[in-house]
């Protein structure tokens, strides 16, 4: 009988955190057949909309998401084989040709803005967390990335704020907190949760 993965989802706002949670508990859990899983490789692929079309496109909406594509893939997971996971390119605004190949594993995290949003995708989760951190924080820490990583303008990002992040992130992420099992303000830097977190995976690894 296959042992079906532990499924544990985290949530919140762009550049609130999530990402570096999601590695706190992978390094914990180092010795243990674990993997991330982010619902930003999930993003629809737009290679036949010219390149101007894609710029168009809202990345903090429900709908820029093929969330069953990801659901599909975690079921092929839980039964034991392994997916080629998409790999999106930020710089094109479309899905890459290349994937990734990721094996069953005994523990998957899947994060991303809008995981908690789904109910298809909640009712797979073990552990559902949500990141929340400040507006002010987040908007800093997304023109630092953003222009570091994603070659973008500052212009560009704060207009992408103000019309988009911002206003899809109260009507449709900041909800999805009341789906969470844990909120960890601040992120990684509370250790207490972090804490309570990793002793509850535990928990479940053990009775497993």
């Known amino acids: 009988m296959i042992k079906k993965p532990i499924i544990i989802g985290v949530a919140g706002g762009s ?3 999530k990402s570096s949670v999601s590695q706190a508990i992978l390094a914990n859990f180092s010795d243990e057949h674990i993997a991330l899983i982010a619902h930003d490789s999930y993003y629809k692929d737009q290679t036949h909309l010219a390149f101007e079309e894609r710029l168009k ?3 903090d ?6 969330t069953d594509y990801l659901l599909t893939q975690l079921q092929a997971l839980q039964e034991g084989k392994e997916v ?3 790999i999106y390119d930020y710089t094109k605004h479309t899905r890459s040709k290349e994937t ?3 094996n069953p594993v005994d523990v998957i995290i899947v994060e ?8 298809r995708l909640r009712d797979m989760m073990d552990i559902k967390i949500f990141v929340d951190t400040d507006d002010d924080v987040r908007i800093i820490r997304r023109i ?4 570091a990583e994603r070659d973008r303008s500052l212009d560009s990002i704060i207009k992408q704020y103000l019309t988009a992040v911002k206003p899809m992130y109260h009507e449709f992420i900041e909800p999805t907190k009341r789906y969470a099992d844990l909120i ?3 992120g990684v830097s509370n250790l207490v949760g972090l804490d309570i977190i990793n002793t509850k995976i535990d928990a479940i690894l053990k009775e497993k």
Do not use: W
Request: charged residues 25%; aromatic residues 12%.
């Open 100 to 102: 990734y190949c990721q």
């Open 112 to 119: 991303g803005i809008l995981v908690l949003d789904d109910k």
């Open 57 to 59: 496109t809202n990345y």
């Open 184 to 186: 960890i303000p601040e």
């Open 61 to 66: 909406h429900p709908f820029a998401f093929d």
């Open 84 to 86: 080629a996971i998409p």
């Open 15 to 17: 550049a609130s955190g």
């Open 144 to 147: 630092k990335r953003d222009m």
